[in-house]
Structure formats: C-alpha cells, structure tokens
C-alpha cells in the first residue's frame, strides 16, 4: 500500500485542529475555502461561457446559413432558383433559400426606428428553426396569405404595436423623381410577432414576403443572396470545397465561421483570459497550503523525532505530512466541484433570487443578446480544473513533506 494505515492515523490527525496548533489551523482553513472557491469559480464561469457561446452559435445558426452565396457586383443574384437546386444536389445541404436583405426605417404614430429587412418565401420559413418554433400558426397564415410581415416582440414593444396594426416602411433606395431621389415609402400589416430568445433579431429584424421585398427594393427577378443550410455545420472546409464547384463565376461564398470571425474570435479569447485569472485563485491557495504544511511542520519537531527515534523511516515522515497537505487540496477540489455543478444546475433560480434581493438586473438582454443565463457542463473542462487543482495541491506539499523528513531526531531531542 501507498500509505500505512498508521500513516493515514497521524495525518488525519494533523490535520484536526488542536488549541496549540489554532493559527496554523486557521490558514490550513483559508487553503480549503480558496481552492474551494476557485474550483467552483472555474467550473462556473468555463460552464456560462460554453453555454454563451453554444447559444449564440446555436441562434445565429438557426436564423443564418451555414454557407450565403452573394454576387460579385452587388447588383443580385439572378436565376436564383435554377442555382438553388444544383447546391441543394450538394451531400449534407438541406435547404438552399433565396433572400432579399436591405435596411429600412419603420414608422408607426410618430415612432421611429432602423430595422433589417429579410424577404423570404414562406416556405423558406421552416429552415429557420428559432424564428418558426415562435410563430404562431394564424402568424404563418397571415404571411403566407395575406402578405404582412412578422417582427420581434422587443420590436413591437418599442413602436407600441400588435398583431394587425399598420407600419409604414421607408426604402433605403429611392426612386428618381424631378426633385431628386425619394424614398419609397409603403405600408404594411403585422402579420405576427417573433421571439427567438435573442435581443439583437427581436429588436432589430423584420420579415415580409420575397416578392414584396423584391418590389420594395427594385430587385424585379433578383435576391440579394442565398442561404445555404448544412446538416454539419462544422465541416465547414469541405462543404465549402463541394459548395464553390457548383457554384458559376461571379458568385461569392461565405461561410458562418468567417461572417462571425471577429465574434468567435473575441468569445474564444475571453475564455482563455479568464481561466489563466481564475486560476491564479487555486495557485494563491496552494501557496497558502506550503506556508501553513511549514508552520506545522515546525510545531510538530518533537513528534517527528520521536517517530524517527521509534524506527519510523524519512519516507514515512514524508507521507505523512504528504497526505496532510494532500488531503486540503482534495478535500478543498471535491467540495469546489460540488458547489460549482450544484451552482450550474440551479444558476437561473440564483440569479433571480439575487435580483430579487438587490433589486438590480444581473443579465440585461440588451448587453448579452440572450433572454436567459445559460450554462453548459464539459465533463472534459471539470476534469481539467479537477486535474489542475489536485496537482497543485499535491506539488504544494511536496516541498513541507520534504522539509519533514530531513529533521535530524537528535537535534531535537537534545533541548527536550
């Protein structure tokens, strides 16, 4: 065995608090809540940050193409359907959209407010997961029978409308009269409203009919792009390699990693930041588990060397301090990873209560662009922190083991 059951006995004691040894006690008790602490800390903050990001992802997926297919010269992309179904020929494409995308001005009753206009067939709807699992089916019927558009709830609530109400819509291309170029402006009925769970399309996009949206922009038979949805929206390189053989010249292909560069890029270096911070936390405790394994150490001279004078071997002496300092850092990483699973699982109800006490909001839609606190659990990432806090904890008792182990038990025992 590793270690002797007598071993085991005086750790365990050593590591009880007595009234002599009540300082180093109190250190000992600081090490277990800062590894505590920063192993939960970590578990929390890597599990918001994956569930942050795999949300957005997830939603800019499910209202974007994994792939969009663009003109070169900006003047639309004819034909559209013939090209629709030789990418849809593609292996893993399942739905290859026509789109018309352009930026207008929304008017009701004196309100006004910049919004993105998406054309689409009502068809095409179904491709877009979040924005179709929040329409209602009188909402898909309006749209597709009597041609109004559909706007987010935040929207809505910003222009004080509803279902039913009239907008005037403003063309960010005009048409050319004697006195110059006017915008065109139009009218049209709210058909539905949307809620995706994302603050940045419920606020800011709207969608009406293709043919509308052509007419509305001077399109006639054309549409801004195509969006191109794959079943493994991953393998982008090799979707992009099938997708550009099909695709004739004078087209542009753009993949979502590449159109979400600056975003994933930015997400990906948060994370990496904030975990080196947030183990600096485990390391400050571990070096307080060397200050206190010393202290011990040296209060416990006279025990050492009696063992030593008893037959009790270096090796053993530095077992057992070993296993004291060890069993902080353990003790410390097991209840870290407790409260930090407990923390994810439960983190929506912690924020509301804590709102609930301090009146403020925690998690303001408008900043963070999603309605709820997620948090996704990576069994990978735990054992990670799990590794990193127990190595620490161990290498941090190495050295006062070792510093045991070297007391000379007639040196000590001379003045005793």
Not at 206 to 217: G, I, V
Request: aromatic fraction near 10%; include cysteine; charged fraction near 20%.
């Amino acid at each position: 065995m590793l270690f002797r059951p007598l071993e085991t006995m005086m750790a365990m004691r050593y590591i009880r608090a007595r009234r002599a040894e009540g300082f180093i006690s109190v250190i000992a008790w600081f090490s277990l809540t800062g590894i505590t602490l920063g192993v939960a800390t970590l578990i929390i903050v890597m599990s918001v940050m994956n569930g942050f990001r795999a949300e957005l992802v997830g939603r800019i997926l499910g209202l974007n193409g994994h792939f969009a297919v663009y003109s070169e010269t900006n003047e639309g992309v004819a034909s559209f359907d013939a090209l629709s179904v030789k990418l849809s020929e593609v292996p893993t494409i399942i739905a290859v959209t026509p789109q018309v995308e352009g930026q207008t001005m929304v008017t009701h009753e004196g309100r006004n407010q910049g919004a993105v206009v998406r054309g689409v067939r009502w068809s095409d709807l179904a491709a877009r997961k979040p924005l179709w699992e929040s329409l209602s089916d009188d909402g898909v019927r309006r749209f597709r029978e009597e041609g109004g558009v559909l706007i987010g709830k935040t929207m809505a609530f910003r222009l004080g409308v509803k279902v039913g109400d009239t907008l005037t819509l403003l063309s960010s291309k005009g048409r050319t009269t004697a006195f110059g170029s006017v915008p065109l402006r139009q009218k049209f009925k709210i058909a539905g409203l949307f809620d995706v769970g994302m603050h940045e399309y419920d606020a800011n996009f709207l969608f009406m009919n293709l043919s509308s949206a052509q007419s509305f922009y001077g399109l006639d038979d054309k549409v801004t792009g195509l969006e191109v949805y794959s079943s493994d929206p991953h393998a982008v390189q090799q979707m992009r390699e099938a997708l550009m053989a099909q695709l004739p010249n004078g087209h542009r292909l753009y993949d979502w990693q590449g159109r979400n560069s600056s975003f994933l890029n930015a997400l990906a270096v948060e994370r990496n930041v904030m975990f080196l911070i947030l183990t600096l936390i485990i390391l400050v405790a571990a070096f307080n588990i060397i200050s206190s394994m010393i202290m011990l150490v040296r209060s416990k001279n006279a025990d050492i060397a009696v063992l030593r004078a008893m037959g009790a071997s270096r090796a053993a002496i530095m077992r057992i301090f070993f296993m004291t300092g060890a069993s902080i850092g353990f003790i410390g990483t097991l209840m870290g990873t407790i409260l930090g699973v407990v923390f994810c699982w439960q983190i929506d109800a912690i924020k509301e209560f804590i709102e609930g006490l301090s009146g403020a909001e925690l998690f303001s839609a408008e900043i963070y662009y999603l309605s709820r606190l997620p948090a996704q659990i990576e069994a990978q990432e735990v054992v990670v922190v799990i590794a990193m806090a127990l190595g620490l904890s161990f290498l941090a008792s190495i050295y006062p083991a070792w510093r045991a182990s070297r007391i000379a038990p007639a040196e000590v025992l001379r003045y005793e």
